[in-house]
């Protein structure tokens, strides 16, 4: 059984930085992709951030480039999300999800595997 915990979410200032983990067990991941995906209010799911197991191959919602980065620590199977310069609008319950692949996709949907989310909330 695959398994996804989400730790590090909080509340920043504007302009803060917040570091969330995204612990995995189960199965072996290297034939994964692991995405980051975003949640807020009233809105539909969105793609943030994705990365190959191997981290050598990563990419980034156009809204979080230069100020978020994922990587991944594979002797902890955990991925990380390097969140800077945060702003109010990145305010929202942040997920991690594992695809059974080692293509990367934005799509929601082809994420077979999803944490429980982690709030993150930046004040003004």
């Known amino acids: 059984q695959v398994q996804l915990v989400e730790s590090g979410g909080g509340l920043v200032q504007a302009g803060g930085s917040l570091r969330l983990s995204c612990a995995a067990s189960g199965r072996t991941f290297s034939s994964y992709a692991m995405g980051w995906f975003r949640q807020a209010p009233g809105k539909e799911r969105e793609f943030v951030a994705a990365?190959?197991?191997?981290?050598?191959?990563?990419y980034y919602a156009d809204f979080v480039k230069g100020r978020f980065r994922v990587s991944i620590d594979n002797a902890k199977n955990t991925v990380y999300l390097q969140m800077n310069i945060l702003n109010p609008e990145d305010t929202a319950v942040y997920y991690c999800?594992?695809?059974?692949?080692?293509?990367?996709?934005?799509?929601?949907?082809?994420?077979?595997?999803w944490g429980q989310g982690t709030q993150v909330t930046v004040s003004s």
């Open positions: 990365t190959d197991w191997s981290g050598d191959s990563t």
């Open positions: 999800a594992a695809l059974l692949e080692r293509v990367i996709v934005t799509s929601p949907y082809e994420y077979a595997y």
